[in-house]
């Protein structure tokens, strides 16, 4: 294995040791590897999706939805020759840190396909589209995880309708009820409401287009977790806990039960001057809409 130098506007990876396979992968393609000491995840290099991690600059406020980037580097996978070197790019584990991690990803936008996408790609994913929740709602469930279970099948995720993800997701929250408790699981519905509400705002402003990106939520199953952090009944401590610190320099400390994080920026792109994401925006709009409904039951 040989390591690249770090490019632009990253930050100091962790280090690089022994990888394997990546367990809490719910969605995308196969290939993320996660680094020995569970810091950090490598997956294979996309161009595109390099330069908007490099161009995050631009809009400082939404960069704190991603994942921290931390480069790219040259890596023989195991199980591969180690003469068969492939690129890699270097992003922050969004698990790291949890005990009992719950994932859920969660496609926004009803565009799926990018800006230079030949003809035919543009028909096939339009009625990808079509026939999922993601031309009518904005939004579409790739995949999820409970940390006790494999990832749900994705025809499961495919068959979801307009009339049950809302259902879907509260399955999502389920685990949370057992084997915490149902004020945990209205907190963790409470907490990402909060945040997508606050990357909305942000997209207000942000010119960009993200095509087939995703949101990642995760949360911490934990109920040893959960006591120490919350050890009264104090709900002024509950609101201001729990979540990872975007102005941190380490998100994944072991006082975090979940985040939120925007990933998967194959096909997105920085458009400076020609406004925001009308597309992704109405997306994030219907996902408050759903997760109000959550608490609304």
């Not at 099948?153 to 389920?174: H, K, M, P, V």
């Not at 409470?190 to 949360?219: A, G, K, N, P």
């Not at 911490?220 to 610190?245: I, M, Q, V």
Request: charged residues 25%.
């Amino acid at each position: 294995m040989s390591s690249s130098s770090a490019t632009n506007d990253t930050d100091a990876h962790p280090g690089m040791g022994k990888t394997q396979e990546f367990q809490h992968q719910v969605a995308g393609h196969p290939g993320v590897l996660v680094v020995e000491g569970n810091e950090m995840i490598i997956k294979p290099l996309n161009t595109r999706e390099q330069q908007f991690y490099e161009g995050a600059n631009q809009s400082i406020d939404f960069k704190s939805f991603m994942p921290v980037y931390y480069g790219t580097l040259q890596h023989s996978a195991p199980g591969d020759e180690p003469t068969d070197v492939k690129d890699f790019i270097c992003l922050e584990n969004l698990v790291h840190g949890f005990e009992k991690p719950c994932v859920i990803d969660i496609k926004i936008g009803s565009r799926l396909y990018d800006i230079d996408a030949p003809a035919e790609k543009r028909e096939r994913m339009e009625k990808k589209a079509q026939s999922s929740t993601s031309a009518k709602l904005g939004i579409v469930i790739t995949g999820m995880k409970q940390f006790d279970q494999p990832a749900v099948d994705r025809n499961w995720c495919r068959d979801l309708t307009e009339d049950t993800i809302a259902g879907a997701i509260a399955q999502f929250f389920s685990t949370a009820a057992e084997q915490v408790s149902a004020e945990y699981r209205d907190y963790l519905v409470w907490q990402f409401i909060t945040e997508v509400v606050e990357l909305l705002d942000v997209m207000q402003h942000v010119e960009c287009r993200m095509y087939s990106s995703s949101l990642l939520f995760v949360y911490d199953a934990s109920k040893t977790k959960y006591e120490r952090l919350f050890p009264s009944d104090d709900a002024n401590n509950r609101k201001t806990r729990g979540f990872a610190d975007r102005d941190s320099d380490n998100e994944h400390e072991d006082d975090s039960l979940l985040d939120m994080k925007a990933i998967d920026f194959a096909h997105s792109h920085w458009v400076p001057g020609q406004g925001r994401d009308e597309l992704y925006i109405a997306g994030l709009q219907k996902l408050i809409e759903v997760l109000q409904s959550l608490i609304d039951e």
